[in-house]
């Protein structure tokens, strides 16, 4: 009875219906709360989703996949201004009509013209936007057009789609322009991203591209940056492990004693070195200065270029230019000299004939006509070697060769009380060579064994020794070798004999080109000079020339 009596009082006096209003408020409000929080999280996920670099595709996609949680979704399309153009970049569902131009007569180029925030269209009819969206396919009602605003530019424009007609509430078009305001922002974002790295890539690109070695190095010596070419001038000295640039290139346990970067840290300004690496290569080292955003020395960047081939041409030109000149010199001794020797051997042989009768006369004559029969051809010998004609390769006896230089160059071997000895291998094969430049070279060894046995007490003595060799590949060659037992050579110094300018004599005595165009006229010819030597007691050199090749 009471229980019908409070029933009875609830009803007249609306309070359970208040309970009832209350309940469905509480839950709608509820509702609204739980959409609203998905809406935010949709947001965040769109810029969490653009720092691991997705694609704009998958960001629609992503956002796509969420939206119909929060909002009436059946159609996300965006589209980008590149350049003049509006274009159809990506849709969701994925559709035929992506990467299209949108004219500049349609309602969303007016739209971003006219700077508009939001347009909110209920689609009935025909329309310029059936033909550039799918409207009819996908049986669209209304649609919402935000552009995509960064910094007061617009880049692009986000369209939602839904089949419903007026299904978009005050809220959901918030909504809508805060979505379109993140995305812009992310869109710009990356389109930043991918410039910095496309630079980036170029900037690695260009600095692997170069083909001389190049690395940026920190205050403390440490390689920050290597583009990867040292490896191909690196010598037995490197150690390409290290991270330590005086270690990486040279091989050192502390900082080189010509390092320069002291100097660049005093000057602010670029500089230059030239070393010697006992490879036997001449490397150009450049450091250039690399400035912070304080104006402060950072780092350095360090550019080795290997001249070694130009210091050679260069020494090959200076000897060149040289060989011209006492080319030029020898062709006027050889007239001057060539004219009053033909009427010496002329008279000489004319006086033979005459005395034939007179032993100690005709023994005088005929040492005359020996005498000046070989200055003609020690004159004609030294015309030939410092003829300066193009070079050509012809059979060439080694032994003659050897003969033909101690002819030119025995006078002053034998004024410094020089012994030379010969062991000349009979029946020695041939060789395809220039015989002027094979003179050269043995010219030149004689000469350096000649300085070398210059402060030896005792007996001096050179031997030249021909022979054929054999490797392990059964390749065979003509050695001509010229040993002393002079002084020697510092272990130190043994490495860099063939340095172009290299020399450890006197300034007046040599100017250390001599071996550097020998080694040169030795691999065109196909071969090379060996060396061995022992500190105070002598050297060995050795020309190397291959049998059985093709004239170059």
Not at 2 to 24: A, F, H, M, P
Not at 337 to 348: D, K, Q, R, Y
Not at 368 to 382: A, E, M, N
Not at 397 to 423: F, M, P, W
Request: with cysteine; charged share 25%; glycine share 6%.
């Amino acid at each position: 009875m009471i229980n019908d009596k409070t029933s009875v009082i609830e009803n007249l006096t609306g309070v359970r219906s208040s309970k009832l209003n209350y309940y469905v408020e509480l839950k709608k409000r509820n509702r609204e709360i739980v959409i609203q929080n998905r809406r935010l999280e949709i947001i965040h996920q769109l810029v969490r989703d653009i720092n691991i670099d997705m694609s704009l595709e998958m960001i629609v996609e992503r956002v796509f996949e969420n939206l119909p949680v929060v909002i009436s979704c059946d159609f996300l399309g965006l589209l980008l201004v590149e350049g003049n153009e509006l274009r159809l970049v990506t849709t969701q569902p994925p559709l035929n009509s992506e990467n299209r131009v949108i004219p500049h007569t349609c309602l969303m180029q007016e739209n971003i013209e006219n700077m508009q925030e939001q347009i909110y269209l209920c689609v009935t009819g025909e329309g310029e936007l059936f033909d550039y969206l799918p409207v009819r396919e996908l049986g669209l009602r209304c649609l919402i057009i935000n552009p995509l605003r960064v910094k007061n530019n617009v880049i692009g424009v986000l369209i939602i789609g839904s089949r419903e007609a007026g299904n978009y509430s005050k809220n959901e078009l918030h909504f809508a322009y805060h979505l379109a305001d993140q995305l812009g922002i992310c869109i710009q974002n990356r389109r930043l991203y991918e410039e910095m790295a496309q630079a980036k890539r170029e900037w690695e690109e260009t600095f692997r591209a170069l083909g001389d070695p190049l690395t940026l190095t920190d205050l403390d010596f440490n390689i920050l940056l290597d583009n990867g070419r040292y490896s191909e001038l690196a010598g037995p000295e490197s150690n390409l492990e290290s991270k330590k640039c005086f270690a990486y290139f040279w091989g050192q346990k502390k900082k080189c004693d010509s390092c320069l970067l002291d100097e660049v840290r005093k000057t602010g300004k670029p500089s230059y070195r030239r070393v010697h690496s006992t490879s036997g290569k001449v490397l150009d080292v450049f450091y250039y200065p690399v400035f912070n955003e304080q104006g402060r020395l950072s780092s350095m960047i360090q550019h080795i270029k290997d001249v070694t081939a130009r210091v050679q041409m260069q020494a090959q030109l200076i000897q060149s230019a040289k060989m011209a000149a006492i080319g030029e010199m020898a062709a006027g001794v050889a007239h001057e000299l060539n004219s009053p020797l033909t009427v010496i051997i002329g008279n000489a042989q004319m006086l033979q004939r005459e005395l034939e009768s007179s032993p100690i006369s005709a023994q005088l004559l005929k040492d005359i006509v020996t005498c000046g029969l070989r200055c003609k051809k020690i004159i004609q010998d030294l015309l030939t070697f410092a003829r300066q004609e193009q070079v050509a390769f012809v059979p060439t006896d080694l032994n003659a060769a050897v003969e033909r230089v101690l002819s030119l160059i025995k006078y002053q071997i034998d004024r410094k009380g020089i012994t030379v000895h010969t062991d000349l291998t009979p029946d020695l094969p041939v060789v395809a060579a220039c015989e002027q430049q094979l003179d050269q070279v043995l010219i030149n060894l004689l000469l350096n064994a000649r300085d070398a046995l210059e402060d030896v007490d005792g007996e001096k003595n050179i031997r030249i020794n021909t022979a054929v060799r054999e490797d392990e590949d059964g390749r065979r060659f003509v050695t001509v070798a010229v040993e002393d037992n002079g002084r020697g050579i510092q272990p130190e110094n043994i490495g860099r004999l063939f340095e172009p300018f290299f020399t450890t004599k006197e300034a007046s005595r040599g100017t250390g080109l001599g071996l550097s165009v020998s080694l040169g006229i030795a691999r065109a010819h196909g071969g090379t000079i060996e060396v061995q030597s022992q500190w105070g007691r002598g050297s060995t050199f050795t020309l190397v020339l291959p049998l059985n090749r093709e004239q170059p």
